[in-house]
């Protein structure tokens, strides 16, 4: 049976806006951070798993998933990890195991290297986090936003289920992807999934990228083989520049390892995390 969708029935008000979060099970603290164009839905597999050992934390990005959407919002890299740093000072949390997919590891980079937030352990799940990133269509999205924001109901529905399969390797569900695409959809989820591709910008790696060797936590590296969005070259470089970082390569699995192998995430959490 298919877990049920994550319940964030807490909030914080980061900037005058809402980020809704959730805390779940007892041990020691995992904050979990998602990605793009997706939302903590993505743990919805992993985090009861990791509940029964420790004190799990997740949350929605600012201006994704159930967290606020508005109108000239910054939702870029350089305000998520600003956002991040203050929930840990928020939860109390002074060294937590923190694991992170795609946006969610340059985001927990940033917190860590440029506003002095320290981990126990980082798990990254193929994470943007060395360029170049960003596929065609978010460079096409980027000149012309105004023009998707305008698209129909339907003409956007399909396009971001045929964006989020892209990131999925096995043949999924309408039933399963349709978590992942309603946060986008009415007035309000279609303007904010074009914003959040607006503001995309390498500046926000390029800023942290030549500190990498000044991570100062113990670092696993996971990584679907078969990820078209992130090749998992960019892993195989990453591992080279933070010191004594490990690489597993997740086979049978693509950008969205949480949909495609969660039980290879919850398999590589336990030993690592203990240790």
């Known amino acids: 049976m298919r877990p049920a969708p994550l319940v964030l029935d807490r909030s914080y008000r980061f900037r005058g806006q809402i980020v809704r979060y959730a805390v779940s099970g007892t041990g020691p603290a995992v904050v979990f951070v998602h990605g793009t164009p997706f939302s903590s839905h993505v743990w919805h597999r992993v985090i009861p798993q990791v509940a029964d050992s420790h004190t799990v934390y997740c949350f929605d990005l600012l201006g994704y998933g159930q967290s606020e959407k508005a109108d000239n919002q910054d939702v870029s890299l350089g305000v998520q990890n600003l956002l991040l740093a203050e929930l840990l000072e928020h939860w109390g949390l002074a060294r937590p195991d923190v694991v992170a997919h795609d946006f969610g590891g340059a985001t927990a980079l940033r917190a860590h290297l440029l506003n002095g937030k320290e981990y126990r352990s ?82 926000y790696t390029d800023e942290v990228e030549p500190r990498y060797r000044e991570v100062r936590c113990p670092t696993q590296i996971l990584w679907g083989i078969e990820d078209r969005w992130i090749p998992i070259e960019r892993g195989e470089q990453l591992q080279q520049v933070i010191p004594h970082a490990r690489l597993r390569a997740i086979a049978h699995a693509g950008h969205l390892v949480q949909e495609d192998a969660p039980e290879a995430i919850v398999a590589a959490l336990p030993g690592f995390l203990a240790a």
């Open 122 to 203: 980082l798990t990254l799940i193929d994470p943007v986090a060395l360029a170049p990133w960003g596929s065609p269509f978010v460079a096409h999205v980027r000149q012309n936003e105004a023009a998707f924001r305008g698209l129909p109901p339907y003409i956007h529905e399909a396009i971001v289920a045929v964006y989020i399969r892209g990131a999925v390797q096995r043949v999924m569900l309408d039933e399963e992807l349709a978590p992942y695409v309603a946060p986008w959809l009415g007035e309000a989820g279609r303007a904010a999934f074009y914003r959040q591709m607006a503001q995309m910008d390498r500046r």
